[in-house]
């Protein structure tokens, strides 16, 4: 089976850092764009960033853009998300995604084949 597994979520200040990685397995990793999204309490899951399969092409939402990097390592079948000057705004539950369907980077959920169980960033202040 498909498996996303997220870590490196937790709890820093305004203005910190935090370093998402997803770890993926039962997939041809390098087939895939990849992606992250965000869920903040009683709002709905939106597009973070998205990696294309060869890692040349990138997409940000301009919440994060000039903030967050989406990066990834198809010989270690990661990608990462690098969160720096965290806001407040940021806090939320962030979601790996994997889409098998092409090559487009998209940014809409219903784009996205697999997804993993999530990792909590909390931003105080």
């Known amino acids: 089976q498909v498996q996303l597994v997220e870590s490196g979520g937790g709890l820093v200040q305004a203005g910190g850092s935090l370093r998402l990685s997803c770890a993926a397995s039962?997939?041809?990793?390098?087939?895939?764009?990849m992606g992250w999204f965000r869920q903040a309490p009683g709002k709905e899951r939106e597009f973070v960033a998205a990696?294309?399969?060869?890692?040349?092409?990138?997409n940000y939402a301009d919440s994060v853009k000039g903030r967050f990097t989406i990066s990834r390592d198809n010989a270690k079948n990661t990608v990462v998300l690098q969160m720096n000057s965290l806001k407040p705004e940021d806090t939320a539950v962030y979601y790996c995604?994997?889409?098998?369907?092409?090559?487009?980077?998209?940014?809409?959920?219903?784009?996205?084949?697999?997804w993993g169980q999530g990792t909590q960033v909390t931003v105080s202040s």
């Open positions: 995604a994997a889409r098998g369907r092409g090559l487009a980077v998209v940014t809409t959920k219903r784009g996205y084949d697999y």
């Open positions: 039962g997939l041809t990793f390098s087939s895939y764009v």
């Open positions: 990696i294309s399969r060869s890692g040349t092409s990138t």
